[in-house]
């Protein structure tokens, strides 16, 4: 249950087994432009594309009775949504996938408060001009999505996964200079900031 996919168009490029079914939600503009751009490619598995605004929570509740129903096992997927949403609206989402115990586990991206601050400060303005300012940024997140139901089960740190796939930000390097127990943490980190990616557990979940 791909949310906010955008041009995700990992359904294309994985060698994913044909019988897994797989939901593309977004805007109707965003799936429509989307579809367009892969009209001559056949997916690798069952694609459905959704149009729906996941800010509408009805109509989101509905779908996820629906996708929980029809599948015994979903790993929920929001990369690049979070960050634009404020923590009760995340808090109300977490909260919206958690009490579907089918809903086995949530991938995500999250950003530090401290991420946060650089990506406002080199973004920031550009993003505001197009009504999608930076929000989310929790000082624990560990604990924040444990209040809603969901266990850290896993952590990748950004900072960690950049330098292993020579894909580093700027600075990296200098980062590394200055504090170079940084890495090791980071590797370790179960609470507090997190910057990466994260792996949670439905804690309804019977998996």
Not at 70 to 99: C, F, K, P, Q
Not at 130 to 136: E, H, L, P
Request: with cysteine; aromatic share 10%; proline share 5%.
């Amino acid at each position: 249950l791909n949310l906010a996919a955008g041009l995700d168009a990992r359904p294309y490029r994985l060698a994913l087994p044909a019988q897994l079914q797989w939901f593309d939600v977004d805007f109707a503009e965003s799936l429509d432009y989307k579809a367009g751009v892969l009209r001559d490619q056949t997916p690798r598995c069952r694609l459905e594309r959704i149009p729906l605004d996941l800010a509408d929570a009805t109509v989101r509740r509905q779908l996820f009775t629906r996708v929980a129903a029809d599948n015994r096992r979903v790993l929920v997927i929001s990369e690049g949504l979070l960050v634009y949403v404020s923590a009760d609206e995340v808090g109300t989402l977490a909260d919206d996938l958690a009490a579907q115990p089918a809903f086995a586990h949530w991938l995500t991206d999250i950003a530090s408060p401290f991420v946060l601050k650089m990506m406002k400060q080199a973004w920031g303005k550009h993003v505001d001009a197009g009504g999608a300012t930076f929000k989310f940024a929790p000082d624990d997140a560990a604990a924040f999505f444990a209040a809603h139901g969901w266990r850290v089960e896993e952590y990748r740190a950004g900072i960690i996964e950049g330098q292993r796939f020579k894909r580093e930000f700027p600075l990296a390097g200098l980062f590394r200079f200055l504090n170079p127990g940084m890495w090791r943490t980071e590797a370790r980190r179960r609470s507090g900031p997190m910057a990466g990616v994260l792996l949670l557990l439905n804690t309804n979940s019977a998996a």
